[in-house]
């Protein structure tokens, strides 16, 4: 949408000294011609725009512009921009990178150089330890289709080995313990159904979209899915 751009655009002025119109129209995927015409609306709303020319040019907001960045606390901000970049190295989008601007763009700039070490006290890495890169891949193919509402296909293999063909539609990406799932509508058996990331094959978005459902809300009872009858089973190990 257009407002949302206006305003990261906004966002990310009030953080660099300055930008060129050919980075902005990157990282929204839009024309230069187009982000100078949002440049102008922003003029009109009142916020003072500078621009400069020449091969260090660019776009800026006119100096003594200021916004009040008293919204989170220094520990807080650290916390969050820690979070967000776990999820952008994730699901790649740039909406996350936006965000993550905006959360810098409250931190004063005689503050910078001191949260910066505390945003690298927490790392947060979403992925077991030797995770492919089909499943990465598949976690960034299922996002957006959950974000855009369309169909999926695959073939499952479930903890038999029986090889199935699914089309579902997607409501939830789950991380549980080191796996990631899949919670959707499975157009075979008629039921909501968790879908392993990892025994997927074939991922594939479908142009069709779907409804959301109302009859089930979109997020399981995680405590019902995984829940177990605590029978146990003693095993005993020989070694000669």
Not at 47 to 60: D, E, F, H, M
Not at 81 to 92: D, E, F, H, N, Q
Not at 164 to 170: A, D, L, S
Request: hydrophobic residues 40%.
């Amino acid at each position: 949408m257009k407002l949302d751009r206006l305003v990261s655009i906004i966002v990310i002025l009030l953080r660099k000294e300055k930008v060129q119109a050919k980075e902005l129209a990157q990282l929204f995927e839009v024309s230069v011609r187009t982000i100078y015409r949002d440049i102008e609306a922003i003029n009109l709303a009142g916020i003072p725009i500078v621009t400069y020319q020449g091969s260090k040019g660019g776009i800026s907001i006119a100096e003594g512009y200021r916004l009040d960045k008293s919204v989170l606390t220094e520990d807080e901000m650290s916390a969050v921009v820690s979070a967000l970049k776990g999820i952008s190295a994730t699901m790649p989008d740039t909406r996350y990178d936006i965000i993550m601007e905006k959360i810098r763009n409250l931190i004063p700039e005689k503050q910078s150089e001191s949260i910066e070490p505390k945003i690298k006290q927490l790392i947060i890495d979403f992925f077991p330890w030797g995770s492919t890169k089909s499943l990465r891949e598949s976690v960034s193919v299922i996002n957006k289709a959950i974000g855009h509402r369309n169909l999926v296909q695959f073939n499952y293999i479930d903890f038999s080995a029986n090889k199935t063909f699914r089309i579902v539609e997607p409501y939830s990406l789950i991380l549980k313990g080191q796996s990631w799932y899949l919670y959707a509508w499975c157009q075979m058996r008629q039921d909501f159904r968790l879908f392993k990331l990892s025994r997927m094959r074939e991922l594939t978005i479908l142009e069709q979209r779907f409804e959301a459902r109302e009859t089930k809300d979109s997020l399981p009872d995680l405590d019902t899915e995984w829940q177990h009858s605590g029978k146990t089973v003693n095993l005993q190990l020989l070694f000669e």
